[in-house]
């Protein structure tokens, strides 16, 4: 069992930064692919981003490509996601997700969630 805990959400202004922050307790963290997912009212959770393992590979969603940054620590057993040049469509609650698999971290049907943290990005 893994349980994650999001931070860092909050109201920025367009073109503002944030970084989310996802702490993991439990099984190893080393040994699972995170993501990142949001969900905007009235849509579907959609992915953002996800990070292998060891932090070699990582994937993103065309709309983020080049804002959003996906980090990890092992150490601390976090998982990060930087923000910038933010729009006021970014706005949604953010999911981090953990998976076995960097596949698995990149679809809804991911092994494990946390609770999520509101981004709001508005004037």
């Known amino acids: 069992q893994v349980q994650l805990v999001e931070s860092g959400g909050g109201l920025v202004q367009p073109g503002g930064s944030l970084r989310l922050s996802c702490a993991a307790s439990?099984?190893?963290?080393?040994?699972?692919?995170m993501g990142w997912f949001r969900q905007a009212p009235g849509k579907e959770r959609e992915f953002v981003a996800a990070?292998?393992?060891?932090?070699?590979?990582?994937f993103y969603a065309d709309s983020v490509k080049g804002r959003f940054t996906i980090s990890r620590d092992n150490a601390r057993n976090t998982v990060y996601l930087q923000m910038n040049g933010l729009k006021p469509e970014d706005t949604a609650v953010y999911y981090c997700?953990?998976?076995?698999?960097?596949?698995?971290?990149?679809?809804?049907?991911?092994?494990?969630w946390g609770q999520g943290t509101r981004v709001t990005v508005s004037s």
């Open positions: 997700n953990a998976d076995p698999s960097i596949a698995g971290a990149t679809m809804t049907t991911s092994q494990y």
């Open positions: 439990g099984r190893t963290f080393s040994s699972y692919a």
């Open positions: 990070i292998s393992w060891s932090g070699s590979s990582t």
